[in-house]
């Protein structure tokens, strides 16, 4: 599936929700790319999950902001490759760094950077500590398996809506 076909089916997911988040953040390796940053070379092209880049240009259209919360050693190089993905200037806060705090630093940065209320945003990331301790500062957080995919997108959105105590529309075609 290309990423316009994936962008046009997650913005028909969003249009099924009454609230959306304010923003989305997304860990690096194995949620947006298959891959450790510190096991590669800032010399390689790196590439995205099949549904990441549809799913972050959705996000922009629908005006929710996106950022990145990676617990990455090598920061020069996952900010290179989202350089060679043309992605690094669609996210409004990138907090890679080094952390045994799990990734709440990073969201407490996050917050602080865009003022968007945890309760207000969603997370995915591919590891259960991550995921845990994020949920408990009030983030609705998603654990992928391979990627970030357009049901993890919609179970995400599911999850936000029923903890802000909305409901999905249903839309008839």
Not at 39 to 52: D, T, V, W
Not at 125 to 149: F, H, P, Q, Y
Request: hydrophobic share 40%; charged share 25%.
């Amino acid at each position: 599936m290309g990423d316009e076909k994936v962008k046009m089916e997650a913005m028909e997911i969003m249009a099924m929700f009454e609230v959306l988040p304010r923003l989305v953040v997304f860990d690096l390796d194995y949620t947006l790319w298959p891959f450790y940053c510190e096991c590669r070379s800032k010399r390689e092209m790196p590439s995205l999950y099949p549904h990441a880049k549809g799913i972050l240009y959705a996000c922009k259209d629908k005006g929710i902001d996106v950022a990145i919360a990676s617990r990455s050693p090598t920061v020069d190089i996952a900010k290179t490759f989202l350089d060679k993905l043309d992605i690094r200037s669609m996210f409004v806060a990138l907090e890679i760094f080094s952390s045994w705090t799990h990734k709440t630093e990073h969201f407490q940065r996050i917050n602080w950077r865009t003022g968007v209320p945890y309760n207000s945003m969603i997370f995915f990331d591919d590891e259960d500590r991550n995921i845990e301790a994020v949920s408990k500062m009030g983030v609705t957080s998603i654990l992928v398996g391979n990627g970030v995919t357009l049901g993890a997108l919609r179970q995400g959105l599911m999850k936000f809506s029923q903890s802000s105590g909305s409901s999905s529309k249903s839309k008839k075609k």
